[in-house]
């Protein structure tokens, strides 16, 4: 869960409640670690790939028509701006939430 958790940039109690929720969904199954108790593995059951592949079809069919609406040269100009947007993203990372002032009283370094 941490790892997720790290991954998706939200608190581990967050991810917790969201794979209870898509397992109580029968979308993905826990699995033990047999090498190591303390890790456990998340995969995705049946349904959940089959929803995952329907998922993927949709949006490859919308990114089509995007493309279509748009034109070649209006797609090209999105991309590179899509690009310059995820290079600004990680050069300007987004704050520790856990250090962010909660009412304005608090003065952290």
């Known amino acids: 869960m941490s790892e997720v958790s790290r991954y998706l940039g939200l608190t581990p109690p967050t991810v ?26 998340v995969l ?29 040269e209006e797609s090209n100009q999105l991309a590179d701006l899509l690009l310059k947007m995820h290079q600004f993203a990680q050069e300007n990372p987004p704050p520790d939430l856990d250090r962010l002032q909660m009412n304005g009283d608090e003065k952290l370094d």
Do not use: C, F, H, W
């Open 44 to 72: 995705l059951s049946e349904q959940g790939k089959a929803v995952t592949l329907r998922a993927k079809a949709y949006r490859d069919t919308s990114l089509k028509k995007l493309v279509e609406y748009l034109g070649e």
């Open 16 to 41: 917790t409640q969201l794979i209870n929720s898509l397992e109580a969904k029968n979308m993905v199954v826990r699995q033990a670690d047999p090498a190591d108790r303390r890790v456990v593995r």
